[in-house]
């Protein structure tokens, strides 16, 4: 297993002062599947006091991050590596932290602790791979298991269930049967669990490789903390243009935009609004009036209780908003696509564009073809430079102004004028053209000052 010369360094120098080292959970597990861990962590047999003794003598800096948990952090080139006693700990009162910690010599009964058995692996150049539980067997046979009897894992701590989720997404494995089971008899655990940490691994999981078969598989799992999903769930959608309910759409939508946690929220949420606004015609077809909106707001709240950013909520609301905005492919129509989404969210947009048509029913998947047109008309308008906001036009207030026209709203009322007919293609965005323009605006009053 290759580890870089930093990190050996740190395990060489707690073996040399006579403490048994190993790399332990996440890193052994990158490892065993031949990718390079982003996080360095270590068990160790030695007590806080002696960690932070033995590096600081050594020159290294040392940060204190956890001594209740038997955690210092040291820094060694420019990785953070984490040393953690071997520990065993007490019971878990409030279903998130362990009452109490014992400082232990056996790094078997450390791993004993750990939740999965892909994360209770443990490593060292000088003892070789320890894996007690069979991490390696699950790893080969894309599993996620949990160490020892499930639903006391999951007691111990209700993040655990969000975790298995995560790594199943992120992995590409299957939960195991008895560990499902749990996670399903446990789920109501999630509820006390802080928003935050469910934040982040909602995050990880829907960018994951496997987050399709996760969400479709736990929608009910995933419903205690984000509630606002569960009407979506086998709500028939009584329409020609979908063959599925409206989760199980909004799912594969989000499979086919770009892995990144943003889009993939948008396009998850995009339809939430769709069962308050459900509606059937004398036909007997489901309509939605006005559910981009009502999504919206739903997508914004929810991720305000989950303690996203303000970004990401007011982007990811933004795009459930607009998803189903359909510019025509002519240059003046994206152009004012361009103005109405933003340059820098409209790749985003249409993304989730393309995922909701994707996850249509195939005969009715035609709209891509127009889709791409915008697509390619919309970047031939941006390396062009074309003006799109009054910031872009050849003139600006102080011109207007030059013309006699006093200083106030007038001014932006012409300048607004002069982009529209820009937008328009009846004027272009050369300073002369724009001048006589807002010139004429005044009736006559403005004259040029040439």
Known sequence: ??????????????????????????????????????????????IPVET??????????????GLKHGTVTVLSDSDAVEITTFRAEGPYSDGRHPDSVEFIKDIVADLSRRDFTVNAMAYSPAAGLLDPFGGIVDIADGVIRCVGDPEERFREDGLRIMRALRFASQLGFDIEEKTSDAIRSEKSLLAAVSPERVQAELKKLVAGRNA???????????????????????????????IYDVYTHSVKA?????????????????????????ALDEQGIGHFYGHPEVGAETARGLLRRL??????????????????????ASEKSVRRALIKVGEEDFADWLAVRRGDILALAPEYQSELDGLDEVERLAIDI???????????????GKDVMELGVPEGPEVGRILDSCLEAVLEGGLKNVREELLDHAAGLRGGDAERDD
């Open 52 to 65: 932070s003794a033995l590096f600081r003598l050594n020159g290294f800096p040392v940060i204190e991050t």
């Open 254 to 278: 989000a499979s086919n935009v770009p892995a990144r946690p943003d889009v993939r929220l948008a396009a998850l949420f995009h339809d939430i609004g769709k069962p308050p606004c459900f």
């Open 307 to 328: 303690k996203f950013d303000n970004r990401t909520a007011e982007k990811v609301s933004k795009l459930v908003a607009l998803h189903g905005y359909r510019p025509e």
């Open 1 to 46: 297993m290759y580890i870089p010369q930093n990190v050996k360094t740190v395990l060489e120098l707690l073996e040399k002062a006579g403490f048994e080292a190993y790399l332990a959970g996440g890193p052994v597990r990158d490892l065993v599947m031949g990718g390079l861990p982003t996080d360095w962590d270590i068990a160790a047999s030695s």
């Open 212 to 242: 399709e078969q996760v969400l479709l598989d736990y929608p009910d799992v995933l419903g205690i903390v984000i509630p606002e999903i569960l009407p979506l769930v086998g709500f028939d959608q009584k329409n020609p243009h979908h």
């Open 382 to 396: 941006l390396a062009e430079g074309e003006c799109l906001r009054i910031s872009d036009l050849a003139i600006d």
